[in-house]
């Protein structure tokens, strides 16, 4: 008895959907952490979590959400490396 792979297009969106609003959530903590503090690290989560959310929300308008897409991909790897620069740059101005 061979099923194979479940596919359901609406769960498939629903989760895309959910993770996008859960996304954009936390860039308003941060959001609200960063106008406290003005702490580039939580400015940088903003950025991250926002990119993230928006991301999210735009592979929900391709023709097939589940195959990756470059740009989308390209978008997240700049997101990560903009956190990734603020922890350094944190890191090296306590030295």
Request: glycine content about 4%.
């Given at each position: 008895m061979n099923l194979g792979p479940i596919t359901h297009p609406a769960l498939d969106f629903f989760l895309l959907g959910f993770i996008a609003a859960s996304s954009l959530v936390a860039g308003l903590f941060f959001l609200k952490f960063w106008k406290s503090t003005r702490d580039s690290l939580f400015l940088a989560f903003l950025i991250f979590f926002v990119t993230q959310g928006f991301t999210n929300a735009a592979i929900l308008g391709l023709p097939h959400?589940?195959?990756?897409?470059?740009?989308?991909?390209?978008?997240?790897?700049?997101?990560?490396?903009?956190?990734?620069?603020?922890?350094?740059?944190?890191?090296?101005?306590?030295?």
């Open positions: 959400p589940n195959q990756g897409n470059v740009a989308v991909f390209a978008i997240r790897l700049l997101s990560v490396l903009v956190v990734l620069a603020a922890i350094l740059a944190k890191n090296i101005a306590k030295d």
